[in-house]
């Protein structure tokens, strides 16, 4: 089955090649747009970059819908989040047995193209990184859009990430549902690329978000060369409140701070062995971890196995202005990722001058210039990340000023997010 959304409209174009490459483009032809999003959940702690896109798309006109499959009970400590859920339509919120039931409607009403999406989720199960029931069970998802979107119709639907959402997209033009794209943002979707079906999704798309150079690259390895044009890099971005007009003081005892899911891939274990590595020579010099997730008890341990109980402190799940108030209050913001995109807090930690250690991999070192604006170590490298540090705590205030205002400037060019949802407006406005 070949380009099978394309199948279910043979007039179905993807943009062109230049599309979105001016970044001054005016996104005029897109105000008035109807659009929906689809995430897997929403809203979501690590997903407050998809909450400033749709928000800066609001501010340009577009009108976005809200749809996620789950999200509903997720922790909201920041009001904004709170919002936003209120505005969402969740699809597991009510059961499965809506799901199942609007399944079985659509395929009687619709069986033709039912037959198509339903052959299309079987063998994106055949090769799936899930077993074959759950891609039934987003055809019953998409089944069950289709109908909301007939009472509330959309000119394009945006799916986040390259996982199920962009799957349930994908059936759901096949039922004859509105053109489709997704945005791609880590590592985990193109190094699991035939699990996911990216090449079918891909070719499905109107186009394909990247959030960097590199993660554009990955996808055209795993897409056919004639829909490599549909790939644009459309990044993340901060609104301009999050950019601070004056710089904080530093702090006269030095504080290290790092935001993030406490998983493997942001490497927060390495952190910490690498601080307790500098910690003799930086008396002074604290770190705190903002965030939470499954490894928490495992860096409990090691903050306790490596003597950091006083130098070291985890806040839990914070609010955004928290996340602000805590990175003008830091001397660096530190992420040890093994795994990534491009992190969205090295962006705010810069937004807010502050210079970052990070790491050599993905789309990092296209914000990152090392020794410009922050430093940049092997992934996983406990030793380098602790000369690092210790270059950092040992770097004398001007110097730390000036690596500040370099990364000010950068991510002011690069990221920000109105000027983002112009070139996604503008695609989504040649997508219809």
């Not at 009108?63 to 969402?88: F, H, I, K, M, Q």
């Not at 791609?184 to 079918?200: I, K, Q, Y």
């Not at 001058?353 to 996983?380: F, K, M, Y």
């Not at 540090?389 to 690596?403: F, N, T, Y």
Request: glycine share 6%.
């Amino acid at each position: 089955m070949k380009d099978d959304a394309h199948a279910a409209d043979k007039a179905d174009a993807p943009p062109r090649p230049d599309a979105a490459a001016d970044p001054a483009a005016d996104p005029a032809a897109a105000r008035g747009l109807r659009v929906a999003y689809l995430v897997n959940q929403y809203p979501k702690v690590s997903h407050t970059f998809i909450r400033r896109e749709i928000q800066a798309l609001e501010r340009l006109g577009v009108r976005v819908d809200r749809y996620a499959l789950r999200g509903w009970d997720n922790p909201t400590p920041d009001p904004s989040d709170a919002e936003e859920c209120a505005r969402t339509r969740h699809l597991l919120r009510r059961g499965p047995a809506p799901l199942a039931a609007a399944a079985l409607r659509v395929a009687l009403r619709r069986p033709r193209r039912f037959a198509r999406a339903l052959g299309a989720a079987l063998a994106m199960g055949r090769r799936g990184m899930r077993p074959l029931p759950y891609h039934l069970a987003y055809l019953a998802h998409a089944c069950r859009l289709l109908e909301l979107l007939r009472d509330a119709p959309v000119a394009h639907l945006h799916a986040h990430f390259g996982t199920n959402a962009a799957e349930v997209a994908l059936l759901l033009r096949l039922l004859g549902g509105p053109r489709y794209s997704f945005t791609v943002h880590g590592s985990d979707e193109f190094d699991h690329a035939d699990g996911l079906a990216l090449d079918r999704k891909i070719a499905g798309a109107a186009f394909v978000a990247a959030i960097s150079a590199y993660t554009r690259a990955q996808l055209m390895r795993r897409a056919a060369p004639e829909h490599w044009p549909r790939i644009q890099v459309v990044r993340c971005g901060l609104e301009d409140a999050f950019f601070a007009d004056d710089p904080a003081p530093f702090p006269e005892r030095p504080h290290l701070l790092c935001i993030g899911r406490f998983c493997v891939e942001k490497g927060q274990p390495i952190l910490l062995d690498a601080f307790a590595a500098v910690a003799r020579a930086h008396p002074d010099a604290r770190l705190i971890l903002a965030g939470d997730g499954e490894m928490r008890p495992l860096i409990e341990r090691r903050i306790a196995e490596l003597g950091l109980n006083a130098r070291a402190t985890i806040t839990g799940w914070i609010s955004s202005d928290q996340v602000r108030d805590l990175i003008r209050a830091s001397t660096a913001v530190v992420q040890p990722s093994l795994m990534e995109g491009l992190p969205v807090v090295l962006m705010e930690a810069m937004a807010q001058r502050r210079p970052v250690i990070s790491t050599w991999i993905a789309g990092i070192p296209e914000l990152v210039v090392d020794g410009e604006n922050g430093w940049l170590v092997p992934a996983g490298d406990a030793e380098a990340a602790a000369r690092a540090i210790d270059a950092c705590l040992s770097a004398p205030p001007e110097r730390l000023a000036r690596m500040a205002e370099a990364g000010f400037a950068r991510v002011r060019a690069r990221h920000a997010i109105d000027a983002e949802a112009a070139r996604l407006a503008e695609l989504f406005a040649q997508s219809t």
